[in-house]
């Protein structure tokens, strides 16, 4: 008994599925099995936070064998993401219709059927539907399994909870590449999904045996706000995602999606403070820390999204990393986060305000892109290293703490809305940051090409006369070629600088607003507080 009482599960054993008393310790929700189902949990966060990194390295080889073309390829991308995207809203109203138990476990069974039909995909047209499928059912699991967590855990223990959750989250991109990298090399490019098969099968059987049930309620279903935020969200992902191939606003393409994103935004906002049932509760946007949370999730996502984005094509291209060399270089950033989560998680629990552990975070973060922003093609893999293992100590610092802030002042059913909310503004702000940021790196690299070369002359060549180089043809060429090769690495780094230089300052921005934050509560004093009042 002493065990299950350490674990988080209740003291007192209790029907599977029934609540907890109001204002005690123990978990709204009881399970017979505590850390097997725990372990089910974190395996389904882990194969879908995987997926939206894993198959990036492997989209060359799928480019050649479903004879696909550069542009049409994306699409593999896209259609996950949009899926995704319009999906997560839903969560919260699903959960309550149909069952968040039976709602969970479908949405593991959806994504590791969805795994499989992309896994055997004969062309581009079928890997685009199923990986909407897989977009779709994915949406999901990230809401439900954090929701299920805190509601199978007792308030004290969800500051601890929450760090063994954000491992999976924070940890999951960074292993994507990685993990997508071997298998393709080793293996076929098709593993990438047939991967996620054993996993899913143990998360799956877990689920089966030991997530509790949760009441279900009736809920209206606001249709036309559904609507308009699918619209709004598809608009915003394809103008993102499409923008760096269309040249941004030099195409008709791209203004439509901004119109048509900019016009649904603002009659999603007057829809949801005005409508009688909205599809998210007013009472989630009236609690300060749960706003700011959301703000601050969106850096979250720009911030590492953007790095894990940017940094294998660097390294890779640049530095001649290989696939391998570059995961061992970024694994440090894991160990990082890794280690401060469980720092920020033992603050929490000893009653520690947030708010200076997140803003303590976020300038950490800021520093470390701030060495990044003075790197050169010289640099090595020890200060690569140790920018990212500083970077990930700020990340884990920032995750923790907001995400029991957010939560400790939401009512339980409020909690599956706002995990949904939550992830929905990481994935709007990994979205947001990896197409700016992308953006910013082709026209920086043309510009820093242009005021580089402008600098070759005869005078800076060296042993090279630029002015006679004619005569000697195919080795003159060469030469050149050699020069502009360069030039070329040499704006490609300068643009890279930029980039980290910009991220600085929108994390040192994300700072002050911790300011505005409340004092967090302790779960169970918050919980409490509500039943005095």
Same mark, same amino acid.
């Given at each position: 008994?002493?065990? #299950?009482?350490?674990?988080?599960?209740?003291?007192?054993?209790?029907?599977?599925?029934?609540?907890?008393?109001?204002?005690?310790?123990? +978990?709204?929700?009881?399970? @017979?099995?505590?850390?097997?189902?725990?372990?089910?949990?974190?395996? /389904?966060?882990?194969?879908?936070?995987?997926?939206?990194?894993?198959?990036? *390295?492997?989209?060359?080889?799928? !480019?050649?064998?479903?004879?696909?073309?550069?542009?049409?390829?994306?699409?593999?991308?896209?259609?996950?993401?949009?899926?995704?995207?319009?999906?997560?809203?839903?969560?919260?109203?699903?959960?309550?219709?149909?069952?968040?138990?039976?709602?969970?476990?479908?949405?593991?069974?959806?994504?590791?059927?969805?795994?499989?039909?992309?896994?055997?995909?004969?062309?581009?047209?079928?890997?685009?539907?199923?990986? $909407?499928?897989?977009?779709?059912?994915?949406?999901?699991?990230?809401?439900?399994?954090?929701?299920?967590?805190?509601?199978?855990? #007792?308030?004290?223990?969800?500051?601890?909870?929450?760090?063994?959750?954000?491992?999976?989250?924070?940890?999951?991109?960074?292993?994507?590449?990685?993990?997508?990298?071997?298998?393709?090399?080793?293996?076929?490019?098709?593993?990438?999904?047939?991967?996620? %098969?054993?996993?899913?099968?143990?998360?799956?059987?877990?689920?089966?045996?030991?997530?509790?049930?949760?009441?279900?309620?009736?809920?209206?279903?606001?249709?036309?706000?559904?609507? %308009?935020?699918?619209?709004?969200?598809?608009?915003?992902?394809?103008?993102?995602?499409?923008?760096? !191939?269309?040249?941004?606003?030099?195409?008709?393409?791209?203004?439509?999606?901004?119109?048509?994103?900019?016009?649904?935004?603002?009659?999603?906002?007057?829809?949801? /403070?005005?409508?009688?049932? +909205?599809?998210?509760?007013?009472?989630?946007?009236? @609690?300060?820390?749960? /706003?700011? /949370? %959301?703000?601050?999730?969106? *850096?979250?996502?720009?911030?590492?999204? $953007?790095?894990?984005?940017?940094?294998?094509?660097?390294?890779?291209?640049?530095?001649?990393?290989?696939?391998? @060399?570059?995961?061992?270089?970024?694994? +440090?950033?894991?160990?990082?986060? %890794?280690?401060?989560?469980?720092?920020?998680?033992?603050?929490?629990? #000893?009653?520690?305000?947030?708010?200076?552990?997140?803003?303590?975070?976020?300038?950490?973060?800021?520093?470390?892109?701030?060495?990044?922003?003075?790197?050169?093609?010289?640099?090595?893999?020890?200060?690569?290293?140790?920018?990212?293992?500083? !970077?990930?100590?700020?990340?884990?610092?920032?995750?923790?703490?907001? !995400?029991?802030?957010?939560?400790?002042?939401?009512?339980?059913?409020?909690?599956?809305?706002?995990?949904?909310?939550?992830?929905?503004?990481?994935?709007?702000?990994?979205?947001?940051?990896?197409?700016?940021?992308?953006?910013?790196?082709?026209?920086?690299?043309?510009?820093?090409?242009?005021?580089?070369?402008?600098?070759?002359?005869?005078?800076?060549?060296?042993?090279? @006369?630029?002015?006679?180089?004619?005569?000697?043809?195919?080795?003159?060429?060469?030469?050149?070629?050699?020069?502009?090769?360069?030039?070329?690495?040499?704006?490609?780094?300068?643009?890279?600088?930029?980039?980290?230089?910009?991220?600085?300052?929108?994390?040192?921005?994300?700072?002050?607003?911790?300011?505005?934050?409340?004092?967090? *509560?302790?779960?169970?004093?918050?919980?409490?507080?509500?039943?005095?009042?």
């Amino acid at each position: 008994m002493a065990s #299950r009482a350490a674990s988080g599960s209740a003291p007192a054993p209790a029907p599977s599925g029934v609540p907890a008393s109001a204002g005690a310790d123990v +978990p709204e929700l009881h399970t @017979d099995n505590y850390w097997l189902l725990m372990a089910g949990i974190m395996a /389904a966060s882990m194969i879908q936070i995987l997926d939206t990194t894993i198959a990036n *390295v492997a989209i060359p080889h799928m !480019q050649s064998s479903l004879g696909a073309t550069v542009d049409t390829v994306t699409w593999v991308l896209t259609s996950y993401i949009i899926a995704s995207a319009v999906a997560l809203p839903l969560t919260g109203w699903l959960a309550d219709r149909i069952g968040a138990r039976r709602l969970f476990i479908s949405s593991v069974g959806g994504f590791i059927v969805a795994s499989m039909l992309c896994g055997m995909a004969q062309n581009l047209e079928e890997m685009v539907i199923f990986r $909407a499928l897989q977009g779709v059912a994915g949406a999901f699991i990230a809401p439900l399994s954090q929701s299920f967590m805190l509601d199978s855990t #007792r308030p004290s223990k969800h500051p601890q909870i929450m760090s063994v959750w954000g491992m999976g989250i924070m940890i999951g991109p960074i292993l994507g590449p990685i993990l997508g990298g071997w298998l393709t090399e080793s293996v076929n490019w098709r593993w990438v999904f047939y991967v996620n %098969l054993p996993i899913g099968v143990f998360s799956m059987s877990a689920l089966i045996a030991y997530l509790p049930h949760r009441e279900q309620k009736r809920r209206k279903f606001d249709i036309f706000g559904f609507a %308009l935020l699918a619209v709004c969200l598809t608009s915003l992902q394809l103008m993102l995602d499409r923008g760096t !191939q269309l040249d941004w606003f030099d195409s008709g393409e791209i203004w439509l999606y901004a119109l048509v994103c900019a016009s649904t935004g603002w009659m999603v906002v007057v829809h949801f /403070a005005t409508a009688a049932n +909205p599809m998210f509760e007013t009472t989630l946007f009236k @609690d300060r820390n749960f /706003a700011i /949370a %959301l703000s601050f999730m969106i *850096v979250i996502g720009i911030v590492m999204f $953007a790095v894990m984005a940017l940094m294998p094509p660097m390294l890779q291209n640049l530095f001649g990393y290989g696939v391998i @060399d570059t995961g061992i270089v970024l694994m +440090p950033r894991g160990v990082g986060i %890794l280690f401060s989560m469980q720092i920020s998680g033992w603050l929490m629990r #000893r009653g520690f305000d947030a708010r200076p552990v997140v803003a303590t975070g976020f300038l950490i973060c800021a520093l470390s892109l701030w060495q990044m922003s003075h790197w050169s093609l010289a640099v090595d893999q020890f200060h690569i290293i140790m920018s990212g293992l500083l !970077q990930g100590l700020g990340m884990g610092l920032v995750f923790i703490p907001l !995400q029991v802030s957010a939560f400790a002042t939401l009512k339980p059913h409020l909690r599956t809305d706002g995990s949904s909310l939550l992830n929905l503004m990481r994935s709007i702000g990994a979205s947001i940051g990896i197409s700016i940021m992308t953006a910013l790196l082709g026209q920086n690299i043309q510009t820093s090409h242009e005021e580089l070369a402008g600098h070759v002359t005869a005078a800076t060549g060296g042993f090279i @006369d630029f002015s006679t180089i004619d005569r000697f043809q195919a080795l003159g060429d060469a030469a050149l070629r050699i020069v502009d090769a360069e030039v070329n690495r040499q704006a490609a780094m300068v643009a890279y600088i930029d980039d980290f230089y910009l991220m600085m300052w929108i994390t040192l921005a994300a700072a002050p607003l911790t300011l505005i934050m409340r004092k967090n *509560v302790s779960p169970h004093a918050a919980r409490k507080v509500e039943i005095s009042e």
